[in-house]
């Protein structure tokens, strides 16, 4: 059985960081595509950052590039996200992703449709 399993979120004040962590277990994710989606209160869930099957690339949406990062440890089968320069809106319920779907082109990881396995999310809140 797949599991991801999120961690890390909590409270921290703008301008701040964080680093969010997801756990996969159930099956070894290296050639695997994994992302990072969000959904803030009273707005429907959207894509934040991926790491593309086998490392290859990623790529962030507009509003948190140059402040998140994406990265993975295949020996702990774990992504992170890490947050800097934190803004209120980046307040969301964090969700981790992965798809087994290979792609050349990061816009095809842009769906929710894409990903395959889901973890159950985590609230990062942050306060101005």
């Known amino acids: 059985q797949v599991q991801l399993i999120e961690s890390g979120g909590g409270l921290v004040q703008a301008g701040g960081s964080l680093r969010i962590s997801c756990a996969a277990s159930g099956r070894t994710f290296s050639s695997d595509a994994m992302g990072w989606f969000r959904q803030a209160p009273g707005k429907e869930r959207e894509f934040a950052a991926v790491?593309?099957?086998?490392?290859?690339?990623?790529f962030y949406a507009d509003s948190v590039k140059d402040r998140f990062t994406i990265s993975r440890d295949v020996a702990r089968n774990t992504v992170y996200l890490q947050m800097d320069s934190l803004k209120p809106e980046d307040t969301a319920v964090y969700y981790c992703a992965v798809s087994t779907k290979k792609f050349n082109s990061a816009r095809y990881y842009y769906p929710e449709s894409t990903y395959d396995y889901w973890g159950q999310g985590t609230q990062v809140t942050v306060s101005s």
């Open positions: 790491e593309s099957w086998a490392g290859g690339y990623t």
